[in-house]
Structure formats: structure tokens, C-alpha cells
């Protein structure tokens, strides 16, 4: 499956060409992938270099590290953010909770840092000079997080990624035809009402772009966005979700003019907080989005999947994306997820388009 899932990120995510200057980067649990990802790259005619981190590297920062370092950009990283023409991320860790014990602020600090370097990519990226892709590679680990057995969730991971077909870049391509019909639907409106449990948010969107993502930045991916103008109203989010290797449960937002003026969770509250308070974009709503993934059905506290899970919909705070007409900057990129499947919908510009999961396409 690794060389089935490299060929799929370098030739469909990434269509890496002769000489493009190509990262991949991951923990040494991710060998396998990473391997298969350099010969890949290789045998298209790129050139592959390879970043290697060792089993929980980020809990050893965050314990043995002060300020300055967690602040700290090396050069080193801002030459690769200035040249790279490509970079695939293997979304895969030894132990999921490495960061459970680490203070919230050194995280902030941390990530503040770090939001200044991923802009400069983004940049880059609208240019057209840079792609990037994040991947997942399975270990135990992560499957004890989604409480599921190493084979058990290998055959859902790869299965999510379309691996399980023949021909995973067609499946994607025809993902990628179905989004565009709801990517259709949604561009003719302004305003979003979402309404659920806990939940009665209007979404303004007017002079957003919004964008079919199918495999090209995530994968598995299945989901469209845009990065609304402004908020008002409550949200509640059902979900779980993980930022850093820290888990926020029941987390409840009030909005006001686009800004989360109000902020709960039944867990994981303080470090919320704290990373709400992070920039002064943090607060701002970055993206709004439908997750379209049917073969992510359960969520697995890794965010990479449980906001693609089909019939959901996911909201993030912080940093808006360009591409859409986003214009908030912020070091933060919190993606938080609600289960839309039961006594909710959605409302475009009055009209509804969205029920209890399912988009009324030809209505």
C-alpha cells in the first residue's frame, strides 16, 4: 500500500515534475512511506530530499526548551520555505498524547512562531511556485486513539485515501467532479444559516470564493471551503478534536461580527483559551466547510480525517485562507467538527440546501 498511496501523493496531489525541489518530511515510525515517497519522486525526475524526526522530538522541546527556542526559526527553514517547489508532511506519530503535559502558552508561542514561515509558503503557493500535501501513514499508536485495532484502522486509513480501488486517481478525479456541482450550488449565495444542537450560526460569505478540495493539499480529503467575512450567532461542536496532540471535547463558540466573543468545552477548555488568545487574528473565523467523505465515518481524533467526515460540517478559528478571499492572519488554524446527520440543516440565502447531512442538489 506505501508505494500506492507515494504514487498517488507525487503523481495526482502533487504532479511533481523533472527538477521540482521536493521535502518529505515525517517521524522515523513513517519509514516505510517516506521510502516509498523518495522513490516515487525520484522516478518522476524530481529532486527529493528527506526530513527525519525522532519519537516524540515535540515533547522534548516543550519539556527541555525555553522561549527563545520555541520562538525560533531557523535559517535553515527559511531557505526551504523561500525554494521548494513541493513538500509532502506524513501525518504519523509514536505517541498521540506526547504534548498532553506540555504548558498551553509554550504551544501558542510555538505556533505564533511558526505562522509567519507557513504564511510565506501560502505565498508562494498562490503564485504557483509551491504545493504541499499532508498524509497519513498508520501506527499503533494512532489507532489506539481512534480506539480501533492496528489492522483495523490501517484498512481505514489506506480505504479513506481510496486505496482499496484499482484506480485511486480516478476515484479522486470523480470526487472532485461531485464537489464541483456543490461548489456550484454554494457560489451563487451570500449568507449561511446553520442551525443544530447548540447551534443557530449565520455565515456571511459575501465576495468569498469558495474552493473543491479533492486530494490536492490532504490526503484523504473531501471537503469545500471558503473563508467566510464574518459570523454571528452560536455554534456547538459534537465532535472531538485534537490541535497539537491536545484534545478539546463539547466545545461551544459564540460569535459576534465574524469574532468568538464567548468560548467553552466540557474538556480542554483552558488550552482553548489559551490558544484563542494566541494572536489577535486568532478569534476571527478562518474557514467554513462541508465535510463530503463518505468513507471517514467515524471520527479518530486525528483531524486530518474527522474533518473530512462525511455529513458533517467543520469551522476553524484563526487564519483565513487567500485563496478564498480570506484576509485574517493569525498563527492559529483550529479546525473544530459537528455532526450534522440528525435535526440539522443548513439555509443559502434563506433557502434550504442542506439536510441532516445531505445537499438538495436539484432542488
Not at 14 to 22: A, C, H, I, P, S
Not at 257 to 265: I, M, Y
Not at 310 to 334: C, D, F, P
Request: glycine share 8%.
Amino acid at each position: 500500500m506505501e508505494s500506492k498511496l507515494a504514487e498517488l501523493l507525487c503523481g495526482y496531489s502533487l504532479e511533481l515534475k523533472r527538477g521540482d525541489l521536493t521535502l518529505i518530511r515525517g517521524e522515523a515510525c513513517a519509514i516505510p512511506l517516506i521510502r516509498a515517497c523518495y522513490r516515487a519522486a525520484l522516478k518522476m525526475g524530481a529532486y527529493p530530499s528527506v526530513q527525519i524526526s525522532y519519537p516524540e522530538q515535540s515533547a522534548d522541546l516543550f519539556k527541555y526548551g525555553e522561549t527563545h527556542q520555541f520562538q525560533y526559526i531557523s535559517e535553515i527553514d527559511k531557505v526551504q520555505a523561500d525554494v521548494l517547489n513541493a513538500q509532502i508532511t506524513i501525518d504519523s506519530t509514536s505517541n498521540a498524547k506526547q504534548l498532553t503535559g506540555a504548558n498551553p502558552a509554550d504551544i501558542a508561542l510555538f505556533q505564533q512562531a511558526k505562522g509567519s514561515l507557513r504564511q510565506r509558503m501560502f505565498d508562494r503557493e498562490e503564485k504557483g511556485s509551491f504545493k504541499w500535501i499532508i498524509a497519513p501513514y498508520p501506527t499503533h499508536s494512532m489507532a489506539q486513539e481512534a480506539e480501533m485495532s492496528f489492522e483495523e484502522y490501517s484498512e481505514f486509513v489506506f480505504n479513506a485515501c481510496k486505496l482499496h480501488l484499482d484506480e485511486p486517481i480516478k476515484a479522486w478525479q470523480a470526487v472532485g467532479a461531485f464537489q464541483e456541482g456543490i461548489k456550484n450550488l454554494l457560489s451563487v449565495g451570500s449568507v449561511l444559516r446553520i442551525v443544530g444542537e447548540r447551534t443557530d450560526l449565520t455565515v456571511d460569505f459575501s465576495g468569498r470564493i469558495w474552493r473543491n478540495s479533492c486530494g490536492h493539499r490532504n490526503m484523504p480529503d473531501g471537503e469545500v471551503f471558503t473563508s467566510p467575512l464574518s459570523a454571528n450567532g452560536s455554534i456547538y461542536f459534537d465532535i472531538p478534536a485534537n490541535y497539537n496532540g491536545v484534545e478539546a471535547v463539547g466545545v461551544y463558540l459564540e460569535f459576534e461580527q465574524g469574532r468568538v466573543v464567548r468560548a467553552e468545552a466540557q474538556k480542554g477548555g483552558n488550552f482553548l483559551l489559551k490558544m484563542l488568545d494566541l494572536d489577535e487574528g486568532a478569534r476571527f473565523i478562518g474557514e467554513i466547510a462541508f465535510g463530503l467523505n463518505d468513507n471517514i465515518t467515524r471520527p479518530t481524533k486525528n483531524i486530518l480525517f474527522d474533518e473530512k467526515i462525511g455529513k458533517t460540517i467543520h469551522l476553524a478559528v484563526g487564519a483565513a485562507y487567500k485563496e478564498a478571499g480570506g484576509t485574517n492572519i493569525s498563527g492559529l488554524h483550529w479546525d473544530l467538527i459537528k455532526d450534522m446527520r440528525k435535526d440539522a440543516y443548513v439555509e443559502l440565502d434563506g433557502k434550504l440546501i442542506y439536510k441532516d447531512g445531505n445537499f438538495k442538489l436539484n432542488q
